[in-house]
Antibody, heavy 117, light 107 residues
């Protein structure tokens, strides 16, 4: 059974940093791209960042480029999102998502709340 | 960025109704369009991918159509479990964008 479990969310001051983690299980982690998607309170979904499985190419939304860094630990089967210079507008539930190869996402984590205040 | 515009923003319907949600892309995305259902406090759930392919386990009353810049999600015979918010998403490239969402409410 595929499981994605996020951790690392919490309350942080503006300008601060936070590192989110997503522990993956139930599939061959190295074979799939992985993604972060966020949702501000009462708002819609916003793609944040993606990391491919080949070559580790990374992609970022303009709103986080230069402040956030996505990475993956193949041995620990964990996806990370290092978030620096946090702003109030980064407040959101952050979801980790597994790429579905022929579909964008086939599994989502439960989400972790980041509050910047 | 590719802008995705969904309509309507809110839709009031009754059990048994047929409802249609539209999603328009600011440029052609071929058929790289997905639809998700989201309920409060939960992660989104994939319903449709590649514009018209039904995700495994999703009831057949959900269907999708379209290509290029115009897409629709249709729910036939609306069920109580279908009252939720629906999002379209383009994945023509890695720079994904989502529609603003359509909330399907009980009439």
């Amino acid at each position: 059974e595929v499981q994605l479990v996020e951790s690392g969310g919490g309350l942080v001051r503006p300008g601060g940093s936070l590192r989110l983690s997503c522990a993956a299980s139930g599939f061959t982690f190295n074979n799939y791209a992985m993604h972060w998607v966020r949702q501000a309170p009462g708002k819609g979904l916003e793609w944040v960042s993606s990391m491919s499985f080949i070559g580790g190419s990374t992609y970022y939304a303009d709103s986080v480029k230069g402040r956030f860094t996505i990475s993956r630990d193949s041995l620990k089967k964990t996806l990370h999102l290092q978030m620096n210079s946090l702003r109030a507008e980064d407040t959101a539930v952050y979801y980790c998502a597994k790429d579905g190869s022929d579909r964008p996402v086939d599994y989502w984590g439960q989400g972790t709340l980041v509050t910047v205040s | 960025d590719i802008l995705m515009t969904q309509s309507p923003s809110t839709l009031s319907a009754s059990v048994g109704d047929r409802v249609t949600i539209t999603c328009r892309a600011s440029q052609s995305i071929s058929s790289y369009l997905a639809w998700y259902q989201q309920k409060p406090g939960k992660a989104p759930k994939l319903l449709i991918y590649k514009a018209s392919n039904l995700q495994s386990g999703v009831p057949s009353r959900f269907s999708g159509s379209g290509s290029g810049t115009e897409f629709t999600l249709t729910i036939s015979n609306l069920q109580p479990d279908d009252f939720a918010t629906y999002y379209c998403q383009q994945y023509n490239s890695y720079w994904w964008t989502f529609g603003q969402g359509t909330k399907v409410e009980i009439k």
